[in-house]
């Protein structure tokens, strides 16, 4: 299938190689219904779906999950990977990642990894894991990523029960020897929308966060590189949600299927192929469901006169369908849509404490 001169190619590709973890963060943004161990793609599969994105014009690839180390055959992969030329990182819970593991995954080429934290105070990382020992073990894994050369970058989902400690999670990230940190308000699809009203800051909180954070940026320029994923439900305006629908990446789900994003199953009206059909280049350029929403020809009021159209693609469309029931519409998050209140209602994030629905 040849390639179409009015689509680019895409750069990435976050390969779900499994839904299996042994966390269960209440934030995780895998679906509700995750895929068994007994439908995920084989080893030859993930094989050859990594030779075909190399083909397409993929460069990079982040090999994630759930928890990627759950697979045994993740030292394999990686190889392949590098054999394709493909840049790779490994996303990771660290749990299931020794020194002996991690030192074949560099000597089969990794390039990256990539460890998420769940808080910097132990007891607190490890309910919000929903596993007892999880950040001593993380810990380790840092240091063991060190000890083999590889540059890491830690994760950090920023919510409820960590928001006052998200300049503390940059100290701890340096620490770790990391070189860059991922702080990530929670964004509200999969098992995060389910916990909405638990995750929820106050929006006081989530402004001093920002605040503390863009103060750090300043303070270690040249000592760690701060990505700051800023909370959607305080802003104003939607982020271009995945640089735009079917415009840089794809995603790759456990069993096969072809994914836009990784939420984008909950749009039922979409039907979308898996590997085992047809080829990566095929669905990129000629699926219904990656032209469904790429440009802006789809667009409804007031999205389709707006100046911004280019710039935040009308931002997220499992947003638009989860708030306002039509894919079609404004990220509600914008001050623009008419269901703009319905977002705002959860922002003050006044809920008063509720527990967690785990993963599992
Ligand atoms: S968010 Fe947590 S539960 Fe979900 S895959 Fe990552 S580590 Fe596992
Ligand atoms: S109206 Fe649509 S395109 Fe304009 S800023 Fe809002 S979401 Fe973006």
New binding site residues.
């Given amino acids: 299938m040849s390639a179409r001169a009015d689509i680019a190619a895409p750069m990435g590709l976050l390969a779900e190689l499994t839904h299996r973890c042994p966390l269960a963060c209440p934030y995780c943004s895998n679906p509700l219904a995750l895929d068994p161990r007994s439908a995920e793609l084989s080893t030859d599969q993930w094989r050859r779906v990594f030779s075909e994105a190399a083909a397409l014009g993929v460069l990079h690839v982040h090999l994630s999950g759930g928890e990627p180390a759950s697979r045994p055959d993740l030292v394999d992969l990686v190889k392949h990977c590098r054999a394709c030329g493909l840049y790779t990182n490994l996303i990771t819970s660290g749990i299931g990642l020794t020194q002996r593991r991690l030192h074949d995954l560099a000597e089969a080429g990794l390039d990256h990894v990539q460890l998420s934290i769940q808080d910097c105070e132990e007891g607190s990382a490890d309910r919000i894991a929903g596993y007892d020992g999880a950040f001593a073990r993380k810990r380790s894994v840092a240091a063991f990523v060190g000890a083999e050369g590889l540059p890491l970058t830690v994760n950090a989902v920023i919510h409820r029960a960590n928001v006052e400690r998200a300049g503390a999670m940059v100290e701890l990230a340096i620490s770790l020897g990391a070189r860059r940190i991922e702080i990530a308000h929670a964004q509200y699809y999969g098992w995060a929308m389910a916990n909405r009203r638990a995750l929820m800051p106050e929006r006081a909180a989530a402004e001093r966060a920002i605040a503390e954070v863009e103060r750090l940026r300043k303070c270690h320029e040249g000592v760690i590189v701060i990505d700051h994923v800023l909370p959607d439900y305080h802003a104003s ?2 982020k271009a949600c995945m640089g735009g629908w079917a415009r840089r990446t794809l995603n790759i789900t456990p069993s096969g299927k072809v994914l836009p994003c990784h939420a984008a199953e909950t749009i039922r009206t979409l039907e979308f192929a898996t590997i085992a059909t047809q080829s990566l280049a095929d669905i990129w350029y000629n699926s219904p469901a990656f032209n469904a929403f790429r440009g802006t020809e789809w667009m409804q009021e ?2 389709r006169s ?1 100046s ?2 280019e ?2 693609f ?2 997220c469309r499992c947003q638009a369908l989860a708030l306002t029931g039509d894919a079609r519409q ?2 509600p998050v ?1 001050h ?2 008419p269901f703009h209140d319905r977002v705002e209602f959860f922002a003050e994030g006044a809920a008063p404490t509720v527990d967690y629905i785990y993963r599992r």
Avoid: E, F, M, W
């Fill in positions: 305006y939607p007031p999205c707006c911004r159209k710039i935040d009308g931002g404004a990220d914008c623009l849509s």
